[in-house]
């Protein structure tokens, strides 16, 4: 009985250690992806929302076109979050499929 439970054992980990080396390696994709791009994200959504004021507040634009600037920066702003959000959404799938080896 010993010996078929740490066959069936040695089984769950060889079927799960291809998925979590695909879910290893789509995690240090995105989190590459996210590194690279955030800073460009936070930039361009900080000039947005800093035109959004500036143009209001000097009177070059109207409330709703600012405030569509001011939508359109803070979405452009958050991308990065999101982003870092499903990087933790990936570790956590990998931290799941790994448990199935402590069974």
Do not use: D, N
């Not at 010996?3 to 390696?25: D, E, N």
């Not at 409330?63 to 959000?85: C, D, N, R, Y």
């Amino acid at each position: 009985m010993k010996a078929i439970r740490w066959l069936l054992k040695l089984v769950l980990v060889i079927m799960t250690l291809p998925l979590i080396l695909a879910v290893w390696l789509i995690k240090w994709f995105v989190v590459f992806l996210h590194h690279c791009s955030a800073w460009i994200f936070y930039l361009l959504g900080s000039v947005l929302l800093a035109t959004a004021i500036l143009s209001y507040l000097m009177q070059q634009s109207q409330g709703m076109e600012a405030l569509q600037m001011l939508i359109g920066g803070f979405v452009i702003f958050m991308i990065p979050q999101v982003v870092g959000g499903v990087v933790v959404l990936l570790e956590l799938a990998a931290v799941m499929l790994r448990q199935i080896w402590y069974i």
